[in-house]
């Protein structure tokens, strides 16, 4: 499975960006983490298949959104009021177990090129 990130850039804080994640084939929970310079890889969020059911990490929870499309086959992570500290480079995974969602990169079988977010002060 092949996945590709997208939707990364610069923007100030407060402001907006959308990321997307195509896969080149259907997996059960696919999700964001991210990494920061000098820091280890953090989940961000994660989005089962059936049912729908999303996890956000503390630190985005009421500002980040998570979403699959009708295929289910490209996950999007909508990131509003966006602060510095989000700043990082953001890497889809997927899992294709049916499982708990795990918010260990590890349990993850597939990963995406990573994009990366700036957001300024």
């Known amino acids: 499975v092949q996945l590709q990130a997208s939707g990364g850039g610069f923007v100030q804080a407060g402001g907006s960006l959308r990321l997307s994640c195509a896969a080149s084939?259907?997996?059960?929970?696919m999700g964001w983490f991210r990494q920061a310079p000098g820091k280890e890889r953090e989940f961000v969020s994660a989005i089962t298949l059936s049912p729908k059911l999303t996890y956000y990490a503390d630190s985005v929870k009421g500002r980040f959104t998570i979403s699959r499309d009708s295929a289910d086959n490209t996950v999007y992570l909508q990131m509003n009021s966006l602060k510095p500290e989000d700043t990082a480079v953001y890497y889809c995974a997927a899992d294709r177990r049916p499982r708990r969602v795990s918010t260990k990169s590890d349990d993850y079988d597939y990963w995406g090129q990573g994009t990366l977010v700036t957001v300024s002060s």
């Open positions: 084939k259907r997996t059960y929970s």
